[in-house]
C-alpha cells in the first residue's frame, strides 16, 4: 500500500437479489484514495456509484449485499469490523453529502440541531451548549450568512443551496477524514452548484480531508478533481490523474465521454455521443462490458480484461493496451 493511501478498495462486489434476477451493481471495483485528494468517480447513470460509496461502510440494504472485496481504510478492512466499531468510524471519519438536502435533514429539528446532533453521537464529554456553538462556528465556515440565525432555522425555512450547506456542515463537523459527496449539487441550479464545490474544496483544504465526489459532470471533474476513476457498469476502467485523463484518455468508454462534452475552445462540429446504452446490469455481456457500445472492439474483447497500470498512476482496464 501507498504511504499516502488513505482508503484501497479491493475487488468490491455488491449484488440486489431480485426476483427478476440478480443485480450486479458493483462487480469488482478496485480503486484507491489518497490523503488530502478528491477523488472523482464518473460514470453513467446506473454503473453503480452510489452503491459502491455506500458499501464502503456497509450501509447496502437488503435485497442488497456485499458478496465479496476488502475496504482497507487506513489499513483495516472494514467489511470485517464489528458493526460497533464501524459506527465510530461512520459519521466521524468517513461522512456522507448525498445528492438531495431536502431528504437528509429530518423537517421536525432545527439546522443548527442537526449539526449538534452528530457532534454529541461521536463525544463523550460534550455538553449540547458546547456543540450549539461549535455548530454555528461551523455553520460560519460554510459561508452561511447569519449563522446564529440559520442554526434555529427549520430545514423548509431555508433555500435548497443553503440545506446543501447545512448537510455539508454536518459532514465536517466531526472532521472526517474521509468525506464521500454522491453527485452533491445535482439538485442546485448552476450558480449555487460552482460556489458548492469551491466549499468543497476549501474545506478539504483547511481540514485536509480527502473527498470522495461522484458525479456525472466533466465540467466538475475538470474544475475540482485532482485524480478520476471511471466506472462503467459495476467496475472502473480507467483511473488517472485529472489532466492525464483529460489529454490522454486511454479507455475507449472515457474517450467518448470525453467526446460527448462541448469543449468551449473548439470550433463545435458535432457533438458525438456514444451510441448503445449501459448494459443491463443482470445480464451483462461476456467479457468486456463496454464492447458491445465500443467503436474498437476486436477478437480478444469476449475475454474480461483486467484494470493494470500502463504509466505511473495510469490504469486501464482494455485490451487495446494489453501489454
Ligand atoms: N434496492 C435495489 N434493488 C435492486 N437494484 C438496485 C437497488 N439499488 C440499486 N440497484 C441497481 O444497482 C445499479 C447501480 O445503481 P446506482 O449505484 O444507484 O447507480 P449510479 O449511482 O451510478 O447511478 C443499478 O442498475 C440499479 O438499478
Ligand atoms: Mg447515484
Not at 442554526?151 to 443553503?162: D, I, R, V
Not at 476513476?229 to 467496475?235: E, N, R, S, T
Not at 468551449?264 to 458525438?272: C, G, N, Q, V
Not at 443491463?280 to 462490458?289: F, H, Q, S, Y
Request: some cysteine; charged content about 25%.
Amino acid at each position: 500500500m501507498h504511504s499516502s493511501t488513505l482508503l484501497e478498495v479491493k475487488d468490491l462486489r455488491v449484488y440486489f437479489y431480485t426476483y427478476a434476477g440478480v443485480v450486479k451493481a458493483v462487480d469488482g471495483v478496485s480503486l484507491s484514495v489518497h490523503r488530502g485528494e478528491i477523488l472523482c468517480i464518473v460514470g453513467e447513470t446506473g454503473c453503480g456509484k452510489s452503491v459502491m460509496s455506500r458499501a464502503l461502510t456497509r450501509m447496502v440494504k437488503p435485497p442488497g449485499r456485499i458478496v465479496s472485496g476488502e475496504v482497507l481504510f487506513e489499513g483495516v478492512d472494514l467489511l470485517k469490523l464489528p458493526e460497533k466499531e464501524l459506527r465510530k468510524i461512520r459519521g466521524r471519519e468517513i461522512s456522507y453529502v448525498y445528492q438531495d438536502p431536502g431528504n437528509a435533514l429530518d423537517p421536525l429539528y432545527t439546522a443548527g440541531f442537526h449539526v449538534a446532533e452528530t457532534i454529541l453521537a461521536h463525544s463523550s464529554s460534550a455538553k449540547f451548549n458546547e456543540a450549539w456553538g461549535k455548530a454555528v462556528g461551523i455553520f460560519r465556515e460554510v459561508l452561511i450568512p447569519d449563522p446564529e440565525a440559520k442554526a434555529k432555522s427549520y430545514p423548509h425555512e431555508l433555500s435548497g443551496g443553503m440545506k446543501q450547506r447545512v448537510v455539508i456542515a454536518t459532514a465536517v463537523a466531526n472532521t472526517p477524514k474521509l468525506i464521500i459527496a454522491d453527485e452533491p449539487t445535482t439538485a442546485l441550479d448552476v450558480t449555487i452548484q460552482a460556489q458548492v464545490m469551491e466549499l468543497i474544496r476549501g474545506l478539504r483544504d483547511k481540514y485536509s480531508s480527502s473527498v470522495m465526489l461522484i458525479t456525472h459532470n466533466l465540467g466538475v471533474v475538470a474544475e475540482v478533481c485532482d485524480r478520476v476513476a471511471v466506472m462503467y457498469a459495476g467496475k472502473v476502467v480507467e483511473e488517472a490523474f485529472v489532466e492525464e485523463l483529460f489529454t490522454n484518455p486511454l479507455h475507449p468508454y472515457t474517450q467518448g465521454l470525453l467526446e460527448a462534452v462541448p469543449n468551449p475552445l473548439k470550433k463545435i462540429e458535432r457533438l458525438r455521443s456514444i451510441h448503445g446504452s449501459v448494459p443491463n446490469m443482470i445480464d451483462l455481456p461476456e467479457g468486456c462490458r463496454f464492447s458491445p457500445r465500443c467503436p474498437h472492439a476486436f477478437q480478444f474483447c469476449n475475454k474480461e480484461p483486467e484494470l493494470v497500470e500502463r504509466s505511473k498512476g495510469h490504469l486501464v482496464s482494455c485490451w487495446l493496451y494489453r501489454r
